[in-house]
């Protein structure tokens, strides 16, 4: 995967925090060793199972890591503050700083020589892969940012990492699961019936979930959608996948470990619109 993959990336941004005037020096880049890992996975501990309702297992509870066999053949983009706020993971090593948000991207060569890809657990992948043949994907997934890096400054750089990451292996699609925070699909009924009536994926690019783990999302009438209250309850990181042009997949699935409904995300390259691949495209090196 080394071979193949290219890895180099490095962007950053200042700007004044909100609370003081200290000024918040970030930078995006991919984890470069196992001390890096170990922060991202440090981070997801923090975010997923301090912050949010995932529930740890005995090791997950001693070693306070979020952690899985995937965390070995993907790459980690890290959103790192070098400045001297005393927020995040942090970093060992001569590269000093704080990991403050994190995303895993798994290539296709790298999920073809191992394991798949982790959201095949969830939903069935292979008739995809199959009628895009031609096309790279790139999964996404395990994204996380520190309750108080969650800004619009923070998620852009995150997204311009991702962003040149795509450019520089030339992927085609990106996809993965993104979560709703809960696993009672009746008090998420709104949001999945939206995203069912006005986002379903077309026939070339529609996935399903598992048939053991299926959870059927039309569960109110499109007529009887609130849109405004729809968009309201949809996670921030959805609606961001819903601007950038992105499909889902048809029916949702509950983890119960880390206590959500997940939603399948397919977001051809081609579809994103030219203001966001400009904007992603400003952030200066």
């Not at 053949?73 to 994190?102: A, E, F, W, Y």
């Not at 996380?144 to 030339?170: A, F, H, M």
């Not at 961001?240 to 119960?256: E, M, S």
Request: aromatic residues 10%.
């Amino acid at each position: 995967m080394k071979e193949t993959i290219k890895t180099k990336i490095a962007k950053h941004m200042q700007f004044k925090s909100q609370k003081n005037s200290k000024k918040i020096d970030l930078c995006v880049r991919l984890s470069e060793n196992k001390n890096d890992i170990h922060a991202a996975q440090s981070l997801r501990f923090k975010v997923f199972y301090k912050e949010m309702s995932a529930h740890p297992n005995a090791l997950t509870r001693v070693i306070r890591r979020d952690r899985d066999s995937y965390d070995k053949i993907c790459n980690h983009m890290l959103v790192i503050d070098q400045s001297s706020q005393k927020r995040g993971v942090p970093l060992i090593g001569k590269k000093r700083g704080r990991v403050v948000g994190t995303y895993r991207l798994t290539p296709q060569i790298a999920a073809e020589k191992n394991y798949g890809f982790y959201s095949q657990h969830e939903y069935e992948l292979t008739h995809l892969l199959e009628k895009h043949k031609n096309k790279k994907f790139l999964e996404l997934g395990r994204s996380c940012v520190l309750k108080e890096y969650r800004n619009k400054s923070t998620i852009e750089l995150l997204w311009q990492g991702v962003w040149k990451y795509l450019n520089d292996n030339n992927i085609d699609v990106m996809i993965g699961c993104a979560s709703f925070q809960g696993t009672d699909p009746n008090e998420l009924a709104l949001p999945l019936s939206f995203l069912y009536h006005n986002s379903l994926a077309p026939d070339e690019w529609l996935v399903r979930a598992q048939p053991d783990r299926f959870v059927d999302m039309n569960i109110i009438k499109k007529e009887d959608i609130d849109t405004k209250e729809a968009l309201k309850a949809l996670p921030p990181l959805i609606k961001g996948y819903l601007r950038l042009g992105a499909y889902v997949g048809n029916g949702a699935v509950i983890d119960h470990q880390f206590g959500t409904t997940d939603v399948f995300i397919i977001m051809p390259r081609k579809l994103i619109e030219d203001r966001f691949v400009t904007k992603f495209n400003k952030a200066k090196p």
